[in-house]
């Protein structure tokens, strides 16, 4: 009985132990509901042995072994239950997808235009909605403007930057092939990327469908055909500031977007001019738009991440809370696969980002099918429409995600157990609910850059 009570108090103090942890990282994070939670979590748990002394003292070594026994079914139950196993499936081939029928590029038609009357003749059922949504102030009219110059201005000037770079993400190839292994550039490859400040990068082979059929946006000719026969496509990632986010749907969210746009378009012209040097052709794809190929399935199938409930990739360590840059290119690599960590399932147990989106977009129900690909398929005009109602690119999903998580040993150990073990998912599902709010508090700050 006493090595029993002896082994419940050293459990118990490791219990203890974990949610003092926990309380200091919430302290350090400043999330100030989820350190009042755990703080008191932590004051129950140092308090509840010292009543059992002061006023049942005779059940003490009881009580350590009660724990002991609770503690180890709990661990049981987590430990012995079966890994998430749920893959995103491919069910049919996949059709190229013309970058016009793309909400951004819809939206960039200049009303009455031919090319806008053209459009929506060949697509009349688009046309009611959109127009509806074309009442609206854009993002950065200056109604949205007024309601905080200082920040809407600074995305407002980071997307103009991105515009100048439109033009050069192509050029040259240099005459002189240098001839190198595919496992010697691989490498080369992933430490210029780290180097030049990404946060990690993977490999794809670029099928048909991952192109873009026909010029929506960008300096390119409306409508003229993409002619890209590129063999690879290197994706790569960069994480966004959690802190701005965390402002979702205020103007931070949009600062920060944009600063990440302008950091994966300096990457990628950067790596395509780098490798048009090495004698191959190389092309990088940038925000604003000037993309060719489709940015999420390319990072999905080099390994990046996974496609959650809000239909964009999470990734293992980042979460959604990242922005991807991509480099397509004729230089010998060598490709990654899609990876699992347990995110399809852990979205089937979590609706929270459906449960917050403020437009309702996020499917709560099952995933269905589109162009070939079983999936949640968010609501695209829907949220759009929100954007344009609060002038930002909303982000709240991104915000409430539980993948969206810092970067740091505690999540990263949360993280860990859910991609293991079905149990610990419905269990840190329950509890981001109980610690975080089901419906987590925005940054109460007017914006980072004040006084
Ligand atoms: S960005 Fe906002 S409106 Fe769009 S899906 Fe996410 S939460 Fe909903
Ligand atoms: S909030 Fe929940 S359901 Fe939505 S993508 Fe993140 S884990 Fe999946």
């Known amino acids: 009985m006493n090595l029993l009570s002896f082994s419940g108090q050293l459990v118990y103090a490791v219990l203890v132990l974990f949610f003092f942890i926990f309380v200091l990282f919430n302290l ?8 009042r939670r755990s703080l008191a979590v932590f004051l129950f748990l140092v308090i509840l042995p010292v009543l059992f002394y002061l006023f049942l003292s005779s059940t003490l070594v009881l009580f350590f072994v009660v724990i002991l026994i609770l503690i180890i079914i709990f661990m049981l139950i987590i430990f012995l239950s079966p890994t998430p196993k749920g893959q995103l499936q491919i069910v049919s081939d996949q059709a190229r997808i013309d970058e016009r029928d793309i909400i951004f590029a819809r939206f960039d038609l200049k009303e009455n235009s031919p090319e806008y009357n053209a459009y929506y003749q060949n697509r ?3 046309k009611a909605g959109d127009d509806q949504i074309r009442q609206l102030p854009d993002l950065f009219e200056p109604q949205h403007i007024q309601k905080d110059p200082v920040l809407m201005s600074l995305g407002d000037a980071e997307f103009e930057f991105l515009e100048h770079q439109m033009t050069i993400v192509n050029g040259e190839i240099g005459r002189e092939k240098i001839i190198r292994s595919e496992e010697d550039n691989n490498h080369m490859i992933r430490s210029i990327l780290r180097y030049l400040g990404s946060d990690d990068c993977g490999i794809c082979r670029l099928d048909s469908s991952d192109v873009y059929s026909h010029v929506g946006r960008g300096p390119e000719k409306y409508g003229s055909e993409v002619k890209n026969t ?3 496509g290197i994706s790569f ?3 966004m500031d959690f802190d701005m986010i965390r402002h979702a749907p205020r103007p931070p969210v949009i600062v920060e977007t944009a600063k990440q746009y302008v950091e994966a378009a300096k990457i990628s012209v950067i790596l395509a001019a780098f490798i048009r040097r090495l004698g191959y052709s190389a092309r990088a794809n940038i925000a604003g738009s000037n993309y060719q190929t489709l940015m999420v399935p390319c990072a999905w199938k080099a390994g990046l991440g996974e496609m959650g409930r809000m239909g964009i990739l999470i990734h293992p360590r980042f979460g959604p809370s990242i922005r991807i840059g991509l480099v397509t290119t004729d230089l010998p690599l060598i490709t990654n696969k899609p990876i699992v960590f347990g995110v399809q399932d852990f979205c089937k147990k979590c609706q ?3 449960n917050n989106c403020p437009a309702e977009a996020v499917p709560k129900g099952d995933k269905i099918k589109e162009n070939g690909v079983l999936k949640w398929v968010i609501k695209r005009e829907k949220c759009y429409k929100y954007w344009r ?3 930002t690119d909303c982000s709240t999903c991104i915000f409430v995600c539980p993948y969206s998580k ?3 040993l505690f999540h990263n150990m949360v993280r860990n157990l859910a991609t293991n073990f079905s149990a610990a998912q419905s269990l840190f599902v329950w509890a981001d609910d109980f610690f975080y709010g089901k419906k987590p508090d925005i940054r109460k700050k ?6």
């Open 28 to 35: 350090v994070e400043k999330e100030y509901r989820a350190l």
């Open 124 to 126: 009349p059922e688009y």
């Open 446 to 451: 007017p914006h980072p850059f004040q006084k």
């Open 230 to 232: 590129h063999k690879y």
């Open 237 to 239: 990632i960069i994480k």
């Open 406 to 408: 810092p970067d740091n």
């Open 352 to 354: 929270k980002c459906a």
């Open 389 to 391: 109602k609060v002038g």
